[in-house]
Structures are given as structure tokens and as C-alpha cells.
């Protein structure tokens, strides 16, 4: 079983930084893919980025290229996401999620793990 637990949110003018960061314990050595989703109000959960935890490789929802950065430090099994030019539509619920098997990365549905999520709103 993997724990997650995020923290960094918090309120932020528009055109400003966060990083977040997810530590993962338990039994993680199975764990082939780590992701941050983000959910608004009255929407669905939105990937936004994914790190492959052999690799490194990442992808990113189109709405943050450039923007935002994922990555890991697997020897701390942390997972961290790098904020900038941060704009009023990125206020959401984040939340660090993990996976062992495989499937479209932006398919919440494919994750095995979630943590509870840490707010970020941008003003």
C-alpha cells in the first residue's frame, strides 16, 4: 500500500510560483508512474503532469507547457511540481497520484494512489 501527501498550495497572485511536493511511503517500489492532477470546482479532474519513476520521462497537459515542471527524487520518493506565470484558471485542488500498471497518463482512473490534496489559488 502507498501513502501520499502533499503539501506547497497556497493563495498566490497571478504571475507568481508554488512548488509542490508529494513524499510517497509504504510500498512503493511498484509504482511505475507518478502524477499531478488537479480538479476546480465543477470540474473533472484535469491531469497535468506525469514522471515515469524509471525513466524520467515526463508529459504535460497542453495548459501548462512551459509552465510547469514535474520531477522526482526517488531517493527521498518525493515528487515535486514547479509552478510559475501561474494564472487565475490554475486554482484547483492538486493532487499527487500513483500508479503500477499502465494506460492513457492523463486517466485518473489508472491510478492506484492519491493523496488528499493541497489547494492552490492564484488571485
Known amino acids: 500500500h502507498v501513502q501520499l501527501v502533499e503539501s506547497g498550495g497556497g493563495l498566490v497572485q497571478a504571475g507568481g510560483s508554488l512548488r509542490l511536493s508529494c513524499a510517497a511511503s509504504g510500498y512503493t517500489y511498484n509504482r511505475n508512474c507518478m502524477a499531478w492532477f488537479r480538479q476546480a470546482p465543477g470540474k473533472e479532474r484535469e491531469g497535468v503532469a506525469r514522471i515515469a519513476t524509471g525513466s524520467g520521462n515526463t508529459y504535460y497537459a497542453d495548459s501548462v507547457k512551459g509552465r510547469f515542471t514535474i520531477s522526482q527524487d526517488n531517493a527521498k520518493k518525493m515528487v515535486y511540481l514547479r509552478m510559475i506565470s501561474l494564472k487565475p484558471e490554475d486554482t484547483a485542488m492538486y493532487y499527487c497520484?500513483?500508479?503500477?500498471?499502465?494506460?492513457?497518463?492523463?486517466?485518473?482512473?489508472?491510478?492506484?494512489?492519491w493523496g488528499q490534496g493541497t489547494q492552490v489559488t492564484v488571485s
Open positions: 497520484a500513483a500508479r503500477s500498471s499502465g494506460g492513457s497518463w492523463s486517466d485518473a482512473s489508472t491510478y492506484n494512489y
